[in-house]
C-alpha cells in the first residue's frame, strides 16, 4: 500500500500523504516528519471533519462528499473518498489541490483495484457458479408442484 | 538590468509620467507604477501606489500591486540578509532577519530561522524571538496545542531575560487576548515591579482587576478560544455594521448563470440566498454555516491557520464557500467552479456586508 502512496508522496507540494479508514484508522501514509502521534491526529481529525460535513449536508438529501478541500493560510488539506477509504493529502502553502487531482484518482483506482483484485478469482481459473444454499435451509417445493395434471376433468391430479 | 534596457526604461517611465499627470486614473496609476517595478526601482514604485490608493482608495488592482511590491522589496531585504548572515553570522542579523519574517507573517520562515540560530548559539534573543514566533502562531491559528507551546515558550524565555520586561509583555498579551484576565493582572504586577511607576501599566492593571473575578483559567480560556474561534477581544460576528455595501448584486448576477444552483452571503447567523426558496433555501443556509463552523474548527486544531477556501464535490455538484474574518460566500454549481466564479466568491469573502436584507434570510 506504501508503494501506491509514495509517487504521490514525491510530487512536488506534496508534505504529506495518508489513507485512513472511514473512523480516522491510519491505514497506510508515506512523506511526513515521521511522527506517529501527529499523524494519529491528523487521520482523526480529518474523518472527524470529513464526517461533520457529511452529517451537515444530509438534510439537503446530499450523499457524502467524494472530494473536499480546505485551503488554508499554512497549507491545503485535500480529502479524497472511496467505498473503503479515504486518501488525505497535506500539502504546502505554494501548491493548489487542482496540483493533485489527477494523481489522487490514479492513487484511490489502484487502491481500489488491489482491493477488489483480492476478493476475484485467480488468473486462470473458471469462475464457479456460487454453491446452493445449505439443504437443510432449502424450502421444499409445493405439494402441488410434484405432481402432474389430471389426464380428464373430474379427476384427481397426479394420476 | 542592463544599461540599454535601463536607459529604454527612462522613456517609458517619462511616457506613463505624462499619461498619468493628463489623466489622473487608477490605470495610468498602476502603468507608472508597474514601469517603475520592470526598472526595479520598487520603493518610487510603492510612492506612486500609495498616491494612487491615496485618490482611489477602493482600487483593488492598485491594492494587489502595492502589496506585491511591498512583498518584493521585503523579500530583497530577506535575501540581502541571509547573504549577509552566511558570510559573518552575528545577533543583530539573525535578529533583524526574524523580526522581519515574524512582522510579515512568515511564521514557519522565522521559526526555521530562530531554530538555526539556536543550534548555533543559546542566545537568550533567540529564545524571545521563538516565543514571540509561536505566540503569533497561535493568535492565528487559536490551536489550544499552540497555546501551550507559546506559554511554554514564554516561560523558557523568561528563564533566560528574567530582568527583562519584553517577555512578561508576550506572557500580558497571550493572557489579555485569551480573556484569562486574572494570570493577566499578574503578569501585569510582575511588569510593575520591574518598571514601576509606569502609567500605562498602573492603568492596565486596574482594568485587568476589575475584570479578574470570577475570569477563567488560562486553560479553560485557551478551551473557549479553540471551540469558538474568537479570542477575547474580538467582537461576536454580526455585532459591526456593515460599511453599506451590498452583497445582493453579485449573488445574483452569479445565481444567474446557467449552472449555478445557488449563491450566498453567510454572516453571524443570517443568511442571503439566491437560487432555492423557502425551507430548502433554510436547510442550504444551515449547512453552509455548520460547514463553515466546522471547518474553521478543524483548520485550527490541523494548525493550517486562516480558512481561505473550502470546496466540497460530490453527486450534488460543487460547492465552493470562501470565508471572510467574519462572513462567508458560498456557492453550489452543477459542473466545476472554474477560475472567474471562484475570483468573485473571494470577493464575496470579507465583503462585511447587512445580511439582513435580502430576498431570502435564515
Redesign the interface.
Known amino acids: 500500500m506504501i508503494a501506491v502512496l509514495e509517487p504521490l508522496s514525491r510530487l512536488p507540494g506534496v508534505e504529506f500523504v495518508m489513507l485512513i479508514s472511514h473512523d480516522g484508522v491510519p491505514i497506510a501514509h508515506a512523506g511526513g516528519t515521521g511522527e506517529s502521534e501527529r499523524e494519529m491526529s491528523l487521520a482523526a481529525l480529518a474523518a472527524s471533519w470529513l464526517n461533520d460535513i457529511s452529517m451537515a449536508v444530509a438534510p439537503l438529501t446530499w450523499s457524502a462528499p467524494e472530494r473536499v478541500c480546505l485551503r488554508a493560510a499554512r497549507g491545503t488539506l485535500v480529502l479524497h473518498r472511496s467505498d473503503s477509504a479515504c486518501l488525505v493529502v497535506l500539502l504546502g502553502r505554494e501548491s493548489s489541490p487542482e496540483d493533485v487531482r489527477l494523481p489522487m484518482d490514479g492513487v484511490l483506482a489502484r487502491i481500489e483495484r488491489a482491493r477488489h483484485g483480492r476478493d476475484a478469482v485467480p488468473r486462470g481459473q473458471v469462475a464457479e457458479t456460487p454453491a446452493a444454499p445449505i439443504p437443510s435451509r432449502a424450502e421444499p417445493p409445493a405439494a402441488e408442484e410434484q405432481l402432474s395434471p389430471a389426464p380428464h376433468r373430474g379427476q384427481p391430479p397426479g394420476h | 538590468m542592463n544599461f540599454l534596457d535601463r536607459l529604454l526604461s527612462f522613456g517609458r517611465i517619462r511616457r506613463a509620467r505624462r499619461a498619468l499627470a493628463a489623466e489622473p486614473t487608477p490605470s495610468t496609476y498602476l502603468a507608472l507604477a508597474q514601469q517603475y517595478a520592470m526598472a526595479g526601482r520598487t520603493l518610487e514604485a510603492q510612492h506612486t501606489c500609495v498616491e494612487g490608493l491615496t485618490a482611489f482608495p477602493d482600487n483593488a488592482q492598485l491594492s494587489r500591486f502595492h502589496q506585491r511590491t511591498h512583498r518584493a522589496e521585503r523579500e530583497a531585504h530577506v535575501q540581502r540578509l541571509r547573504r549577509e548572515l552566511a558570510q559573518a553570522p552575528r545577533a543583530r542579523l539573525w535578529r533583524e532577519l526574524c523580526e522581519v519574517l515574524i512582522d510579515s507573517d512568515e511564521l514557519?520562515k522565522a521559526e526555521e530561522e530562530v531554530t538555526a540560530w539556536l543550534e548555533r548559539d543559546h542566545d537568550p534573543e533567540a529564545y524571545y524571538l521563538l516565543a514571540r514566533v509561536l505566540l503569533a502562531r497561535y493568535l492565528?491559528?487559536r490551536g489550544r496545542d499552540q497555546g501551550r507551546a507559546a506559554l511554554a515558550a514564554i516561560e523558557h524565555s523568561l528563564e533566560r531575560l528574567p530582568r527583562d520586561a519584553r517577555p512578561l509583555r508576550a506572557k500580558l498579551e497571550l493572557f489579555s487576548r485569551i480573556g484569562a484576565w486574572k494570570d493577566a493582572r499578574d503578569v501585569a504586577a510582575q511588569m510593575l515591579a520591574l518598571e514601576p511607576g509606569a502609567l500605562e501599566l498602573e492603568g492596565r492593571y486596574r482594568t485587568l482587576s476589575a475584570r479578574a473575578d470570577g475570569a477563567p483559567s488560562v486553560e479553560r480560556a485557551m478551551h473557549e478560544v479553540e471551540r469558538s474561534g474568537r479570542l477575547a477581544d474580538e467582537r461576536e460576528p454580526g455585532a459591526e455594521r456593515a460599511p453599506g455595501r451590498s452583497a445582493l448584486p453579485l449573488l445574483r448576477e452569479l445565481a444567474a448563470q446557467p449552472d449555478v444552483q445557488a449563491a450566498l452571503y453567510v454572516r453571524g447567523s443570517t443568511a442571503l440566498v439566491q437560487g432555492p426558496k423557502g425551507a430548502?433555501a433554510e436547510?442550504?443556509a444551515?449547512?453552509v454555516q455548520?460547514?463553515l463552523a466546522?471547518?474553521r474548527a478543524?483548520?485550527r486544531?490541523?494548525?493550517?491557520?486562516?480558512?481561505?477556501?473550502?470546496?466540497?464535490?460530490?453527486?450534488?455538484g460543487t460547492?465552493s464557500i470562501a470565508p471572510g474574518e467574519q462572513d462567508a460566500g458560498a456557492l453550489l454549481c452543477s459542473g466545476p467552479l472554474g477560475r472567474a466564479r471562484e475570483e468573485a466568491l473571494l470577493g464575496m469573502a470579507g465583503l462585511n456586508a447587512d445580511a439582513s436584507q435580502g430576498d431570502h434570510q435564515s
Open positions: 514557519s492565528a491559528d430548502t436547510r442550504t444551515r449547512a455548520s460547514i466546522g471547518s478543524a483548520g486544531r490541523l494548525g493550517l491557520g486562516q480558512v481561505f477556501q473550502i470546496q466540497l464535490e460530490g453527486s450534488f460547492l
